[in-house]
């Protein structure tokens, strides 16, 4: 029997979206100069990942094949929309200037339409909300903690709060792309380290999750 709580936590660590997949890196570069712009990019994009997990699992049965992909990008832009929305209405309005046009283009971001395709359309719709929170998370937390490192090293803040007063003047390279390249770099090969590290303990051989490739994905074949 599946358990959905593996389908919640894998996104999180096991198969994180930007550090394992690689996905999403758009916005993990541009919008990441700061712990905030980081958190509420994540938190627009759970939204999404979770209600159009949910919807295409209740649809997939009825959608023929060579038409799938439309009518995936249309009820992710339809969720899209009410993010946006939601976020001009209730969000900070420095919140909402700051991720601008990111927004709209959560449409277009392959962790949405990957999990679609590769999950939700092959899942009941529990097991796609799980998936879609547990995926949502690991961007969330990964944009997070990004953002909260590359504004500390920027200006001694995270959250916009001084962590370091006696930091006046700013270390500009954190927050350009260059620095930001450089800091992912830094995480991935932390983060494959432990890995290693950990199968080695095991007496086992470290490998990616299995079926994160192109031969394993069938997103390109929409005649099928």
């Known amino acids: 029997m599946v358990n959905p ?13 930007v550090l394992v997949l690689l996905l999403g890196t758009c916005p993990t570069l541009a919008l990441t100069n700061n712990a905030t712009n ?13 209600g159009s997990n ?8 009825i959608v023929p094949g060579k038409i799938r992909i439309p009518v995936y990008i249309v009820v992710i832009a339809t969720f899209v929309t009410v993010v946006d929305l939601l976020m001009q209405a209730f969000a900070p309005a420095s919140l909402y200037e700051a991720l601008g046009i990111f927004i709209p283009l959560i449409v277009v971001n392959c962790i949405v339409l990957g999990r679609a395709e590769a999950f939700a359309s092959k899942n009941n719709p529990l097991r796609s909300i799980c998936d879609g929170i547990g995926m949502g998370l690991g961007f969330t937390l990964t944009l997070t903690m990004l953002g909260a490192i590359r504004e500390f090293l920027t200006s001694g803040s995270i959250f916009e709060i001084k962590i ?21 770099g830094v995480i991935l090969a932390a983060k494959n380290y432990f890995n290693r590290r950990a199968a080695i ?6 490998v990616p999750p299995r079926g994160l490739d192109c031969h394993h994905c069938s997103i390109c074949h929409i005649d099928k």
Do not use: C, H, Q
């Open 5 to 17: 709580l593996k389908d919640l936590i894998r996104g999180i660590w096991k198969e994180n979206p």
């Open 38 to 50: 980081g958190f509420g990019m994540g938190v627009a994009t759970t939204f999404v990942l979770v």
């Open 201 to 206: 303990r095991a007496g086992r051989l470290y």
């Open 54 to 61: 949910l919807v295409i699992s209740l649809v997939a049965g």
């Open 164 to 184: 370091i007063t006696a930091w006046t003047t700013d270390f500009l390279l954190p927050s350009a792309a260059p620095g930001a390249f450089i800091i992912v």
